[in-house]
């Protein structure tokens, strides 16, 4: 058996991940010390030049059963999910999330990031350092001169290659029926502006319709003599002698380079470690290497090398509840492209290669609203809610409930669903009160962890994803495609119920808005345990907080107790963030890349 890869015994900084932050720090790093040697080692494969990674339209093909692009969790089966185990993926290739990732540029509140510093402890990660990071990075093609976004940065943002009528018009009824929330041109500017307006979509895809990747945008359009980025590397754990770490051990990844050697090797750093792999990876490569909670390195079989009970703790997500419905059969959706039909794969990448138009330039999801309820409508939520909204977003007025938008198809396997066009009322929460955690269950890097996703755990979140599905109904019963709902994966009320009216044609803007009983509201809240799952958003668990309060990084992103470690990426952030959370791995990217640089001598 032959080496995938030729690894030196030794390099300056070592990367235990190669996802989007680690992508960053180590282009970052690479171009400002030409005389350092740097490594990154992804357990995932590489993306270079695959038209899976390029082209939009391919997103959905990563969750695919058998994809190498994604690693799959398993939680625990919950009751609080209706007694089913939901399974979370994340990205395991190099570039990570944003290789794969569903490329809508949806970014989070200032607030957020406020959070960060006030709140934990963290000098320098306020909204006023942190928005700078994300105009580093981007470049916005819609209007690179607009207030918190970039001019020139790696990543381009434009609308993408096509643009579908269900969003556009979901864009042009949600300021009739919501009297009180227009429409605005920017629903991103992360500002109390950009909170209750429906607004077009931006995407993380160029005018030319091509992803806008980390991998393609920060290291492989370049040429690099002293950064070494390789695939297929799983990081068993990082070396620590005398509270210093000082290398990693890893092997080849048996499902990447299958018939490569599986014996461990180390590799050592001279000046640091940095773990980048991700909130479900971090915590298990600190977990092996002897950093966390104690009664679970000892039932690993590790011995205890610093105690930080927080490692793996603090899980959270944004619960998504995705609720469907019949579309009229002339209305363009992506059922077509998400049930894999071959003529129109063959169609669509037709356009895409004569001009970046068609289905494959884009995601499909068009327009959008931050909703947050007025203060009249805070009794729709019911006296469950209050306390929840008073200890969390009721005196931070840019922070949305959740974000709501109709989606032009099922994202999802459609094997056991007849051959139609349908519309969903896509719903993610945006602060989830629910935290879950994830542990290691043995030494073996290739073992199933403890998980348990905590989804819904809170009932809070069951109440605000109960009106999130009254608002999306309301908004898609009179879309012009609304052609009724999907039954069996629609909340099931009582026949003798107003709220189980059965409409196939769409309803006038005027309609009578449906009242629902406490048992109507039962119905729901049962369909939203039975239906609920992921947005691929997991972060928290390797918080950056003071230790005492279960923190496992300081604000250098240090590891409590260990010199020369530090963790950079999503498993961070200490609480979470209004957005798809490719945006807050790109500002902790950049970041983590001035901090570093800072330290080795140079300001980025």
């Not at 990674?53 to 692009?69: E, F, N, V, W």
């Not at 604000?555 to 020369?564: A, D, M, P, T």
Request: charged share 20%.
């Amino acid at each position: 058996m032959t080496s995938p890869h030729s690894i030196d015994v030794e390099y300056d900084l070592v990367f235990a991940g190669g996802g989007t932050a680690a992508c960053i720090i180590a282009s970052r790093l690479a171009t400002a010390f030409p005389d350092l040697q740097i490594l990154v080692l992804e357990s995932g494969p590489t993306t270079k030049d695959k038209m899976d990674h390029i082209q939009p339209g391919h997103y959905i093909t990563h969750l695919a059963p058998g994809s190498k692009t994604a690693q799959f969790y398993t939680s625990k089966a919950s009751e609080h999910v209706a007694g089913r185990s939901v399974v979370v993926p994340s990205g395991r290739c190099i570039g990570g999330g944003s290789s794969i990732n569903f490329m809508l540029y949806n970014r989070p509140s200032g607030s957020d990031f406020d959070d960060w510093e006030t709140e934990f402890g963290n000098p320098g990660w306020s909204a006023k350092e942190m928005i700078p990071m994300l105009q580093k990075a981007e470049t916005y093609e819609l209007d690179p001169q607009k207030p918190t976004h970039g001019a020139d940065g790696p990543l381009k943002v434009s609308y993408g290659g096509e643009v579908l009528d269900i969003g556009m018009n979901f864009l042009e009824l949600g300021p009739k029926l919501e009297k009180d929330r227009p429409y605005r041109e920017e629903g991103n500017g992360l500002d109390l502006a950009s909170i209750n307006v429906f607004f077009r979509m931006p995407k993380w895809i160029s005018s030319d319709a091509r992803r806008s990747d980390v991998a393609h945008h920060y290291i492989y359009n370049k040429t690099w003599k002293n950064l070494s980025v390789l695939d297929g590397c799983l990081v068993r754990r990082v070396v620590i002698e005398n509270d210093v770490a000082t290398g990693v051990e890893y092997l080849f990844n048996n499902q990447i380079h299958e018939s490569a050697p599986q014996d461990i090797r180390t590799v050592k750093a001279r000046k640091m470690v940095v773990v980048s792999a991700g909130t479900m990876g971090s915590p298990l490569i600190l977990e092996r290497s002897g950093v966390g909670k104690k009664e679970v390195l000892e039932r690993a079989g590790i011995p205890v090398v610093a105690e930080l009970p927080g490692v793996g703790e603090n899980y959270q997500d944004h619960t998504f509840l995705v609720t469907p419905y019949i579309a009229d059969p002339k209305t363009t959706t992506l059922d077509t492209l998400f049930r894999g039909e071959p003529e129109v794969w063959a169609r669509a990448q037709e356009a895409w290669e004569k001009d970046g138009t068609g289905r494959l330039g884009s995601n499909g999801v068009d327009s959008a609203i931050k909703m947050r309820p007025r203060p009249d409508e805070l009794p729709e939520l019911g006296p469950d809610f209050v306390e929840y909204w008073n200890n969390t977003l009721a005196n931070k007025p840019d922070k949305p409930l959740f974000w709501l938008s109709a989606l032009p198809g099922i994202p999802a396997d459609q094997s056991a669903l007849p051959p139609l066009n349908f519309m969903c009322s896509g719903c993610i929460l945006g602060y989830p009160a629910s935290r879950g955690y994830l542990h290691i269950s043995s030494s073996d890097p290739y073992a199933a962890p403890d998980f348990d996703a905590g989804y819904l755990s809170n009932p809070a979140d069951v109440v605000a994803l109960r009106w999130g599905y009254k608002k999306g109904r309301e908004l898609l019963r009179r879309m012009s495609a609304f052609r009724g709902p999907l039954g069996p994966a629609n909340p099931q009320f009582s026949p003798e119920s107003p709220a189980a009216i059965i409409e196939t044609v769409p309803a006038p803007l005027d309609a009578p808005k449906i009242v629902y009983s406490a048992e109507d509201d039962k119905a729901i809240d049962a369909h939203v345990r039975q239906i609920v799952e992921t947005t691929w958003h997991s972060l928290g668990t390797c918080a950056m907080k003071p230790r005492e309060q279960g923190g496992v990084v300081d604000s250098k992103l240090n590891v409590y107790g260990i010199r020369n470690l530090k963790v950079a990426d999503l498993s961070i952030p200490p609480s979470n963030v209004n957005c798809n959370t490719y945006s807050a791995a790109i500002a902790v990217g950049e970041k983590a890349a001035m901090i570093i640089a800072e330290e080795l001598g140079k300001a980025l």
